[in-house]
């Protein structure tokens, strides 16, 4: 694995970065009624939906880590948009070799359906598939509402592709990645296909990188405000108080990346590891996310609490991404079962 980003990839992070500037006051103008920016979504998905996806399919070509690159930061500046969860959904799909032309052509959004009532974040599911019709009932699917497609996970590591047959709104910790209850009632899917499991992985390697973005841009919120308020003469940031907490998020969020960088590239070489590096890394990257959203709001202090400061933007966005998927306690207790299993079998 090379330790450092390629000369390419430090240019997909500088022009995406360009597409995020404002992103804070458009989520701010979301959460206020204002309509729904057009940008970055459409230009991320006539441009790079084909990110991640190998050309043989129709993509861009480019690995897991290059789109985990552009959701880090779109999430640095908290930017609303849809790609972030239409490119997960692909990668569902691409695993499990179902047909992508209308999501590349940037035509079809897709949403990723795996969430039910009572199963744990990867299964087992209740969802069936009956020949192209299938049956389930999904909670909590991120801009499920307006999507044209859903990329449903069934029971057997099955994944279908599938329009709902009826769509309940939900409440969300997250406003800018509203939730719907979708339901699939003998719904005629356009394919289904094994792959669930390792799709899953996929998507969850890039929420941990989303998180990643959330505790970095939570961090840079709170070091701004820290040199720019000055109590008794003197700007915050001086005070150990301040300091400490903001250095022991840098660590955290430090930590969260490196071990999502190797996830990532252990799910693209098909390395032994690459399930525990899964593991790990949404663990520490939920708990990064979340602790670093927590301590830009002290650092506000009072500030921090109302509706017109950012902080909450970002623990909205943590709290909500460090669940979807599994919290840190369920993959931590899964990597540690996993560990006991495999030394068992040595």
């Known amino acids: 694995m090379q330790a450092t980003l390629t000369e390419q990839q430090e240019l997909i992070v500088e022009s995406v970065g360009r597409m995020t ?5 458009k989520a701010q103008g979301v959460l206020k009624g204002e309509s729904w920016p057009s940008d970055p979504d459409s230009t991320l998905l006539q441009d790079w939906v084909g990110l991640g996806v ?12 290059d789109l985990a690159l552009v959701l880090k930061t779109l999430a640095l500046r908290i930017v609303p948009n849809k790609f972030s969860k239409h490119a997960i959904a692909m990668q569902v799909a691409m695993t499990a070799g179902l047909p992508m032309a209308d999501a590349l052509s940037g035509n079809s959004r897709w949403c990723l359906a795996v969430a039910e009532q009572s199963a744990d974040p990867f299964g087992p599911f209740q969802g069936k598939s009956d020949g192209d019709a299938i049956t389930a009932e999904k909670n909590g699917v991120l801009h499920g509402a307006d999507a044209d497609l859903a990329v449903v996970v069934l029971d057997d590591n099955l994944v279908a592709l599938a329009q709902a047959s009826s769509i309940d709104s939900a409440s969300s910790t997250d ?3 509203p939730c719907a209850s979708l339901s699939f009632k003998a719904s005629t899917s356009k394919g289904v296909a094994p792959g669930a499991q390792k799709g899953l992985m996929r998507a969850t ?19 701004s405000y820290a040199k720019e308020r000055v109590q008794f003469g003197k700007p ?12 022991n998020a840098v660590v955290a969020a430090e930590t969260a990346w490196s071990l999502t960088l190797y996830a990532c590239w252990a799910l693209d070489n098909d390395s032994d590891d690459a399930e525990r590096a899964v593991h790990a890394a949404k663990a520490k990257a939920s708990e990064a996310a979340v602790f670093s959203a927590e301590r830009a709001l002290q650092v506000h202090g009072g500030m921090g609490m109302t509706w017109e400061a950012s902080p909450h933007l970002f623990l909205r966005r943590a709290l909500a991404g460090s669940a979807f998927l599994g919290g840190a306690h369920w993959h931590r207790r899964t990597l540690g079962a996993t560990i006991l299993k495999q030394h ?3």
């Open 205 to 223: 390697a890039l929420i941990a990188a989303d998180l990643c973005g959330v505790a970095q841009g939570a961090i840079d919120l709170g070091a």
């Open 344 to 346: 068992h079998k040595t």
């Open 54 to 65: 190998p050309e043989d399919m129709g993509g861009a070509g480019g690995g897991l880590l």
């Open 175 to 177: 406003p800018l990645n």
């Open 21 to 25: 500037d404002g992103g804070i006051n």
């Open 236 to 247: 915050i940031g001086i005070y150990q108080g301040v300091a400490h907490q903001l250095a």
